[in-house]
């Protein structure tokens, strides 16, 4: 978001760019964000207007754990977030929508992923 691998203390960033353009900042994400703590602050998160992430939802974690590393919630609970949203959003103002999937794939499991691959006989 703001250009490097590493963010840096005072940088601007492209939530910034946006809403420097009068664009609202909406970030939806399945994972906890507050991992890395100092360097989510850097990238501005706190200057979204709309924000979620998994730590929302932590009764709905498709893990077993809740640390920070761990808790995540599926894309299908992000999806319902997003469309919730936009269900309310005014489509006169401009929006810089950000969604981050942190879905587990094959061979994880959890109770929300959907069966793809149907057994063989």
Same mark, same amino acid.
């Given at each position: 978001?703001?250009?490097?691998?590493?963010?840096? #203390?005072?940088?601007?960033?492209?939530?910034?760019?946006?809403? @420097?353009?009068?664009? =609202? +900042? =909406?970030? &939806? %994400?399945?994972?906890?964000?507050?991992?890395?703590?100092?360097?989510?602050?850097?990238?501005?998160?706190?200057?979204?207007?709309?924000?979620?992430? @998994?730590?929302?939802? =932590?009764?709905?974690?498709?893990?077993?754990?809740?640390?920070?590393?761990?808790? @995540?919630? %599926?894309?299908?609970?992000?999806? @319902?977030? +997003?469309?919730?949203?936009?269900?309310?959003?005014?489509?006169?103002? #401009?929006?810089?929508?950000? +969604?981050?999937?942190?879905?587990?794939? &094959?061979?994880?499991?959890?109770?929300?992923?959907?069966?793809?691959?149907? #057994?063989?006989?």
């Amino acid at each position: 978001m703001g250009g490097r691998l590493a963010p840096f #203390p005072g940088q601007s960033t492209l939530l910034d760019d946006f809403h @420097a353009n009068g664009y =609202a +900042v =909406a970030w &939806f %994400s399945g994972q906890d964000e507050s991992i890395g703590a100092r360097e989510s602050a850097m990238l501005g998160l706190e200057r979204t207007d709309v924000y979620y992430d @998994a730590r929302d939802d =932590a009764e709905r974690s498709v893990s077993s754990f809740r640390t920070s590393g761990s808790l @995540a919630v %599926s894309w299908k609970r992000v999806n @319902a977030r +997003v469309g919730d949203f936009l269900s309310t959003w005014n489509p006169e103002r #401009p929006l810089f929508l950000y +969604v981050n999937y942190g879905d587990t794939h &094959f061979p994880y499991d959890h109770r929300e992923l959907d069966d793809l691959l149907e #057994p063989s006989v």
